[in-house]
């Protein structure tokens, strides 16, 4: 076995639109179209798109609070999809999430350290005064001070509130978190606050993330690999500094010159992408980028190419840098 | 090619002076915008950046008299348009200041228009009412001003409810609905926040295209610097309710002064690509109800001096156009006695 801790094979999920006076399937969003990565122990991979790319889809599918459709999700060698309800349970112990709003994932009847002792008592990670000894640690461990177990999710403010959404994934131990867009809500001074912080937490705890962003500066920063998603597929995929010193998709291209740079001196008339992101519901044929693409060719309307690769670890399905065998 | 805006005080389309708007509170009074003043040149796009709670929307919404009240109200200072005074005017004058003169964009298009009419029926509408126009003239007008803002097939679209489109052409909507009477002023409250970073950057040359048409004002508010460093000339910086630093774009990114505006920058994660982390700013936005005294960024600040605890900073002049309120800019400040520096760090 290779040193990847998360291997994702072919993952596809299809949510049906139901339609008519029987509410039957009459067209399905193919939200995540065939989707494979792995994840190297102690690495962060991150997804990167715009809305409905299937990024998020994808994270809630690899912890099964979405079923897929199809495909392999294999944790640390263990069968996720296929994993019954016992071997889920333990290793959802072992992968949790943090969410963009951690304040709609909180309770907000519970205090912080009510909510973080019952997860230490339900998974019996801890009891009687261990509890409280543990919530303290998970506290200080966040950066939050210890009187904050006391208090309930409103009396945060937002970067302290994903202190806590970080914390409570935290209480468990486990090896591997998925961040879904865990710095979008929050403003640029309280966001880098956070980014070292998960950063701190992967070089003390060992941690793997999956990140989960639309923010391609964020990405750059805190991220090992690069996966860019578009229309529920990966359309290319390389180490971090590869993939933005030398991007190779026309689509992760236009991305890149499309993020505004804090530079007035770099303001240039830059690729501006016409048209919007197609519906998911009828992709276009071939390949799903090919009606914005400004280096479009005659093949693409009807081939849509696998991830090929273009040199050292770098993926890409495109036509323009597909191999020349076919 | 940007207009320079050297002489923004001049020929000013849009002056504020003194604003103060506050929020009467369970937690008592929010005072959100706090003594803003500024000027707005004809053809300038000035950006007013902060964070959240920093009162840049309060003093747009302030400038327009669009706060509720209760429990808002302006307290103090003064909005000049065209040598009028807008927050003395009666509500019916007012009325026709909006849309008009001024117009506004806001950040959620979706919330902002009229589900149940036609995107085509609500630009005709306010023509109508301000320009005076019968019903089918209306309807033309509101094509051809779809048409301005690159709507592809106009005069079909025009006839679509606002959920048949993709949020960034309800943005597009509501731009053409802001420059349906031509205003001297438009005001845009993160016109491209909730929008993909590829729409987000056709909107963006939209607004700099109509800008360069209609040779309007702008005055863009947004927390986003690099949104700033793209569309505007001039920046104001708001901390808590005030300005604390203004300079044209350039100088700005250049030389940041105020120790708010530098330590932002180097927060950026785009700006410090290279870095194994980032630079946080310690602690976070004190609330509306509860300034600090002195200088409001002191606790927040690495450089705080012992007279920034104390005293308000004079607003200095740093360079050309360049102005900061911070005690580092004022020689004084240096004669105080030397800062116990040692005691806030680490």
Known sequence: MSGDLLVVRDLVKHFPVRGG??????????????????????????LVGESGSGKTTTGRLVLRLVEPTSGEVS??????????????????????????????????????????????????????????????????????????????????????????????ALAVEPEFIIADEPVSALDVSIQAQILNLLKDL???????????????????????HVAVMYLGRIVETAPAADLFAAPVHPYTKA??????????????????????????????????????????????????????DTGSGHFAACAVHAPERH | MTQPSTNASSDSALSVRGLRTVFHTDAGTAVAVDGVSFDLAAGETLALVGESGCGKSVTA????????????????????????????????????VRGNDISMIFQEPMTSMNPVFRVGAQIASVIRLHRGLDRAAAWTEAV??????????????????????????????????????????????????ALDVTIQAQILSLLREVRRDTGMAVLLITHDLGVVAETADAVAVMYAGRIVERAPVAELFANPAHPYTREL???????????????AIRGSVPPATAYPAGCRFHPRCSRALPVCALREPPVAEVGPGHTAACWLHCPEAAAEPPAAEGGKGA
């Open chain 1, 255 to 308: 991305l890149l010159a499309a993020a505004p740079v804090p530079d007035p001196a770099a303001r240039r008339d830059r690729l501006v992408l016409a048209g919007d992101v197609p519906s998911p519901i009828n992709p276009p044929s071939g390949c799903p980028f090919h009606p914005r693409c400004p280096d479009v060719r005659p093949e693409c309307p009807r081939t849509a190419q696998r991830l090929a």
């Open chain 1, 202 to 224: 992967q070089e003390r705890l060992g941690l793997t993330y999956l990140f989960i962003s639309h923010d391609l500066a964020v990405v750059r920063h805190i991220s090992t």
């Open chain 2, 61 to 96: 919404l302030s400038i327009l008299r669009l706060i509720p009240s209760p429990p808002g109200e302006i307290t103090d200072g003064e909005v000049l348009f065209d040598g009028r005074a807008l927050l003395g005017l009666p509500e019916r004058e007012m009325r026709r």
């Open chain 2, 144 to 193: 051809r001003a779809l048409e301005r803002v690159n709507i592809p097939e106009a005069a079909r679209r025009a006839q679509d409810y606002p959920h048949q489109l993709s949020g960034g052409m309800l943005q597009r909507v509501m731009i053409a609905l802001a420059l349906a009477c031509g205003p001297r002023v438009l005001i845009a409250d993160e016109p491209t926040t």
């Open chain 2, 265 to 279: 920058f180097q927060s950026l994660p785009v700006l410090n690509a290279g870095a194994a982390r980032l630079h």
């Open chain 1, 75 to 168: 944790f640390d060698g263990t069968d996720v999809l296929r994993a019954d309800r016992g071997t889920l349970r333990a290793l959802r112990k072992r992968m949790q999430i943090i969410f963009q709003d951690p304040y709609a994932s909180l309770n907000p009847r519970m205090t912080v350290g009510g909510m973080l002792g019952e997860i230490l008592r339900v998974h019996r990670l801890a009891r009687g005064a261990a509890v409280a000894a543990r919530v303290a640690e998970l506290l200080d461990l966040v950066g939050l001070p210890g009187a904050a177990a006391d208090r309930y999710p409103h009396e945060f403010s937002g970067g302290q509130r994903q202190r806590v959404g970080i914390a409570r």
């Open chain 1, 21 to 46: 006076v029987f509410g039957r399937a009459v067209a399905s969003v193919r939200a995540v179209d065939g989707v494979s990565f792995s994840i190297p122990r102690g690495a962060t991979l991150s």
